[in-house]
């Protein structure tokens, strides 16, 4: 009789771990898609409202040659200042670069975009 209930408790245990090794794979699986829909929707925000002066993928030159490319901009501003002042009112020390406000959502996808793009 006692072999039975310890085969079964080793069943039990078995299923319970698999159980837990799937839905440990079910979450890492929406994770990533998750992460890479915000970094989707970072590059997009960046595309409609930087890139007209700023290089903002991996490699090329910025439109407007004094402006920094982005995926080198991790060298001079720390990401969780930078994602205070995307959701304050982003503006910068000269006049052509206009004032930009992003609620907490886009100021988290750009700025998940800009850490997947850095050198």
Do not use: N
């Amino acid at each position: 009789m006692r072999s039975i209930c310890l085969s079964s408790l080793r069943r039990e245990t078995v299923r319970s771990g698999f159980a837990l090794l799937v839905l440990g794979l079910i979450l890492v699986w929406c994770a990533d898609a998750f992460g890479a829909d915000r970094t989707d929707r970072g590059r997009t925000l960046l595309a409609q409202h930087c890139a007209g002066c700023h290089a903002i993928g991996r490699t090329g030159p910025s439109p407007l040659p004094a402006a920094p490319a982005f995926r080198t901009i991790g060298d001079r501003l720390d990401f969780e200042e930078l994602f205070e002042r995307m959701r304050e009112g982003l503006s910068s020390g000269h006049k052509e670069m206009p004032t930009f406000r992003f609620d907490e959502e886009d100021a988290h996808a750009i700025r998940s975009y800009l850490h997947s793009i850095q050198q």
